[in-house]
């Protein structure tokens, strides 16, 4: 394989279940040392594009290939691979050594490469402190580390890691994140399923947004960011509690949309200007919305995520103007 070629390549990949179309026509590449964030609403596909690029799956049409081979019918290349499923997949009752022991016996090695791969994984992942305790007492974010170390027993070339931080707090987090980056300095090929847009632009250097069973848009996170940013910052609307509906009628008269649990509220890509933020404060209050800062901000994968999926508000001048233009 040439040095400079993808490690990964998937092609026109399709899978059905029970009669539903999960995965239509995907096509991704994944580059050695490189880190790809796969964003998506919830049944998107992507848990599903993980399990075909693992091998775990075969697609029904197209084609998935890890350094040149299909890794559902080469043992080999499933074995270049490192799966970290969302799900804390240990065994409670043994200690992190002992579990780690177990995926190494699984992943084939005899005793010498076992101690090696025990002693690299337990410094790549920092839990070497752990190694002695019983997994079923460690914290969630230990738990989730330990995890990553039992997919590094073989030494992959490709980690798939879906949803690596979900439920661990922001100490945990960043212990996590300082383990990925290590592992794509070391030359491996990171696939990161997340909802988390901020861990996306801390780890990845390319995203590829799925939307039911299909890339809708994908690239390097400057070129991704770049459009939006050379337009408006982006304002948001904190609100201190609940907006009435003539608080609500008043944001949306402003233009701006609902976000989360509706205490946040975000403007609509609008191409005319804006008050700046003393001047709209001033405005949302007199109008009876129960504001508690307004802020602005330089867009981020979210906005870009938003863009993507179509996610605007419906009203939105800009979205309606960009239908207008494509119908026939």
Known sequence: ??????????????????????LDGVDLDLFAGRTVALLGPNGAGKTSLMRLVAGRLAPQLGTVRIAGSDPFATPEARRAIGWVPQ?????PRLTVAENLDVF?????????????????????????????????????????????????????????????TQGVDLHARAAIHAVL????????ALLVATHDFSEAERLADRA???????????????DLLARLRDGAPEHEVALSGPASGLAEAALRRAGFAPVDTGLTWR???SAG??????????????????VAEIRIRTPGLEAVYRDA???WDPADPVRLRRRAEAAP
């Open 208 to 222: 590829a947004f799925l939307a039911q069973g299909r890339i809708v848009r994908e690239g390097a996170l400057p």
């Open 309 to 311: 999926l179509g996610l």
């Open 273 to 290: 200007p804006r008050l700046d933020a003393a001047a709209l404060l001033d405005t949302l209050r007199t109008d009876g919305v129960p």
């Open 104 to 164: 190494a016996r699984l992943a084939g090695l005899g005793r010498p490469a076992r101690r090696a791969a025990l002693a690299d994984a337990l410094d790549l992942t920092g839990i070497a402190e752990v190694a002695g305790r019983p997994v079923g007492l460690l914290s969630g974010g230990y738990q989730r580390r330990v995890n990553i170390a039992a997919s590094l027993m073989a030494r992959p070339r490709l980690v798939l890691l879906d949803e690596p």
């Open 181 to 188: 980056e290590r592992l794509r300095r070391a030359g491996a």
């Open 87 to 91: 799900d804390i997949a240990l065994y």
């Open 267 to 269: 403007a609509l890509p």
């Open 1 to 22: 394989m040439p040095p400079d070629a993808p490690l990964v390549v998937v092609r026109g990949a399709a899978l059905s279940y029970r009669d539903r179309r999960v």
